[in-house]
């Protein structure tokens, strides 16, 4: 059974920083493209970032470029988001998403985590 | 950047109704377009994908047609576990999502 559990999430003060994690299980993480996805409460869903089976290619929506890094950890089967120069509009529910496929496109999300919460407020 | 939009925002339906979704991209993308339901407090669940293919373990009382830039979603007999909100995705590297069509009970 595929399990993504996301972790990290919290209150953070306006331009601090913050690393989330995405530990998977059940498939074979380094042969998959993995993602970031957020929801703003109450809002619909925005694509954050997404890496390559092998970190080849990564991506970030311009609303985070500069400020957050994705990376990954094929021995531990492991997803990362750094966070840094968190915003107030940063606040949101991040989902950890496996995508369908090892590249980088389509991007389709077959499996999603539960999500962390990320609170940017002084 | 590629735009979607689904029409409409929400909808009533009855148990039994067909009931369809809107999504147009902004510019044309082959079949390269996703359709995910989402329940209160719950992750998205892929329920669609390149247009028209459907995800394993998915009910075939879903359906998905288009390419270019107009798609549609059906539910051909709408049970009562598929009240939630349904968002389109377009699949190319940048993905994005539409605002989404919150489906109620009539």
């Known amino acids: 059974e595929v399990q993504l559990v996301e972790s990290g999430g919290g209150l953070v003060q306006p331009g601090r920083s913050l690393r989330l994690s995405c530990a998977a299980s059940?498939?074979?993480?380094?042969?998959?493209?993995m993602h970031w996805v957020r929801q703003a409460p109450g809002k619909g869903l925005e694509w954050v970032s997404g890496?390559?089976?092998?970190?080849?290619?990564?991506g970030y929506a311009d609303s985070v470029k500069g400020r957050f890094t994705i990376s990954r950890d094929n021995a531990k089967n492991s997803l990362y988001l750094q966070m840094n120069s968190l915003r107030a509009e940063d606040t949101a529910l991040y989902y950890c998403?496996?995508?369908?496929?090892?590249?980088?496109?389509?991007?389709?999300?077959?499996?999603w985590g539960q999500g962390t919460l990320v609170t940017v407020s002084s | 950047d590629i735009q979607m939009t689904q029409s409409p925002s929400s909808v009533s339906a009855s148990v039994g109704d067909r009931v369809t979704i809107t999504c147009r991209a902004s510019?044309?993308?082959?079949?390269?377009l996703a359709w995910y339901q989402q329940k209160p407090g719950k992750a998205p669940k892929l329920l669609i994908y390149?247009?028209?293919s459907l995800q394993s373990g998915v009910p075939s009382r879903f359906s998905g047609s288009g390419s270019g830039t107009d798609f549609t979603l059906t539910i051909s007999s709408l049970q009562p576990e598929d009240f939630a909100t349904y968002y389109c995705?377009?699949?190319?590297?940048?993905?994005?999502f539409g605002q989404g069509t919150r489906l109620e009970i009539k």
């Open positions: 998403a496996k995508d369908r496929s090892s590249s980088s496109f389509p991007v389709y999300f077959d499996y």
């Open positions: 059940g498939f074979t993480f380094d042969d998959y493209a």
């Open positions: 890496i390559s089976w092998n970190s080849g290619s990564i």
């Open positions: 510019q044309g993308i082959s079949s390269w």
């Open positions: 390149a247009a028209s």
């Open positions: 995705q377009q699949a190319n590297s940048f993905p994005a």
